[in-house]
């Protein structure tokens, strides 16, 4: 049995009607990608020249944080174009700051090195008795008593 050409005829405007729908409302989506930028980079010791894992990591003026991971990396995304200033802090170096510059559709790469931390402490006298001397000091049990 043939299909009614008038059946064709509406099942392709309603197909037509529906793309068109669904690429207007898409459409906004890429056009706000389009506006924002990211930042990825890498956080470096400076004195050892390695990778710092874990630093914590925030973009000063924004709920934005994060923190390295094993080789040092981050990434932040979807952020719209103008000023931003990185900072990262980790136990056992000094905080580093960077400022960057983000504009729409691009990823800007940045390198935070953070200096080691050194800390000159007072000094410190420890004082104990060994276990064994201890030992000899407390009363036997002489079960002949």
Do not use: W
């Not at 930028?37 to 000063?60: F, K």
């Amino acid at each position: 049995m043939p299909i009614p050409t008038a059946f064709l005829t509406r099942l392709l405007h309603r197909t037509l009607l529906l793309s068109t729908a669904l690429a207007s409302l898409l459409s906004p989506l890429r056009a706000q990608d389009a506006a924002t930028g990211a930042i990825r980079g890498v956080v470096i010791n400076d004195a050892a020249g390695n990778y710092v894992q874990g630093a914590r990591l925030s973009l000063t003026g924004t709920a934005c944080n994060g923190i390295t991971d094993t080789q040092g990396r981050f990434l932040f995304g979807a952020l719209p174009h103008g000023d931003y200033r990185i900072r990262a802090e980790s136990v056992g170096n000094d905080a580093g700051e960077l400022t960057v510059y983000v504009t729409a559709g691009a990823t800007i790469p940045a390198t935070l090195r953070l200096g080691s931390e050194v800390i000159d402490l007072e000094k410190l006298m420890v004082t104990g008795q060994a276990e064994g001397q201890a030992q000899a000091l407390s009363p036997r049990y002489d079960p002949g008593r």
